[in-house]
């Protein structure tokens, strides 16, 4: 008897517009994402996702594209176990029993609330899970808000760093983004950050009291939106002409050194 | 008189099979971007671009799906000067002129050869020209090799770092190597790095020589096309394993010290 052909885990993008539309709007998926990628996921019987109520929100608006092979109701979707901060080390999550359906033979989905999964989101932990057993690993093509930040920063796209959330305590914060400025200014590298858009105003102000007035900043808000914005300046500019920033539409934010 | 309407600097992504597929072999658009940016792309009549022959490559692609609003023959394409390894401060090309059909009202687009304008590619000069400019700079969504590899790696997708090409002579990259293995054991940051095809191979055994053994090193190869693959190992699995890797198919690699 011959073992069994593995699935494969396909990393499937989901539209940035998340949370960024009101209830009752309807924005097409086709604008988001390629066709082949709503084909391939309408196929799936099989998810884990960060959220089950957003995986089950995006899958109504693959449905209503491509028809799912096998009704919502009957999708098996399991959720990535929350690891609460400080526990890294705590217990280590049961992420081979997340991938048996593709040990059984099933591919099996991965999403996240918002772009490419286990890029600034959970997920990376499965991804090694299904290496580690033989599971092939696809990428599917999507967008992720940090390169298209990136793209319309106008900074330097040959060498970039991305470093997620900065400290909220106040002094802790202004010594971090003193910190990446001078690993910016030493390498030419693009520093890409991002907040919890409630504090999008907070992040933006301390950025502008810590950087130098030379140093280019970026600001994308609402990426994939139609409000969507990019603005790239000096932190000069940026101090003689303030911008407002919604708190409820997630930013990213990029600066780098003269 | 009013002013005109300033026009928009859209940086439009582009499949990343470029060069994967053979003559004659026509994969389809739709597997790679979203409907909506291909309705877009097609509606526009002012282009600057990497490479004029395939972007018009592209365009024809764009065609076959929503018609161009404009023949072929008729749109104003124009490349992006080149510039010279070395030559980083030598003539300012005339950008604000490759700009002028924005400030006269017309939107332009932007493509790079594969990918998002940009990003590793050029067009960043030209992004902050339209910025200065006062023109709106907007980031279409599609999909970012380097992301997508890190994405299917399983390394540290919330603080990573992408440094282009190593040095091509074998004692500066080797130190080069070590450095960036240190860099990111010191703040848990992936490390992601491409180069041309034709050294993939080269490249990989670079890695595979100068790396520690518990060095987890990811590669992926041909993303988006069908023949593509990633994989993640530790470096001593990847000496107990070896893989060929074809010279004439783009790959990115991204490392992680344990």
């Known amino acids: 008897m011959n073992a069994p052909k593995l699935g494969r885990l396909l990393l499937v ?3 940035l517009d998340f949370g960024i539309h009101g209830a009752g709007e309807s924005p097409d998926l086709q604008d988001h994402l390629p066709l082949g990628v709503i084909r391939q996921a309408a196929a799936l019987d099989h998810w884990v996702v960060e959220n089950a109520k957003t995986a089950r929100a995006f899958l109504k608006r693959v449905d209503a594209i491509v028809p799912l092979a096998t009704p919502l109701q009957a ?3 399991r959720e990535l176990p929350r690891q609460a901060k400080g526990t890294k080390n705590a217990t280590l999550p049961d992420l081979d029993g997340l991938l048996a359906p593709a040990t059984a033979g099933h591919d099996i989905g991965l999403v996240s609330e918002a772009g490419l999964p286990a890029v600034a989101d959970p997920g990376a932990a499965l991804v090694q899970a299904a290496h580690r057993l033989g599971i092939a690993v696809v990428a599917l ?3 992720s808000s940090l390169l ?10 040959q060498s970039f760093a991305f470093v997620g959330y900065l400290p909220i305590e106040e002094q802790a914060r202004a010594a971090r983004i003193r910190e990446l400025e001078a690993a910016s200014r030493r390498v030419a590298q693009a520093q890409l950050v991002i907040e919890t858009p409630y504090r999008n105003a907070t992040l933006l102000g301390a950025l502008l009291d810590h950087l130098q007035p030379a140093t280019r900043l970026a600001v994308s808000n609402g990426l994939g939106a139609p409000t969507g914005w990019s603005r790239s300046d000096t932190v000069a500019a940026w101090r003689r002409q303030p911008q407002a920033m919604a708190n409820d539409v997630p930013a990213v934010f990029a600066f780098q050194a003269d």
């Open 141 to 143: 093509p999507g967008a």
């Open 148 to 157: 298209l930040a990136l793209a319309a920063s106008g900074l330097n796209g």
């Open 13 to 15: 993008p989901t539209p």
């Open 75 to 77: 999708l098996t979707i």
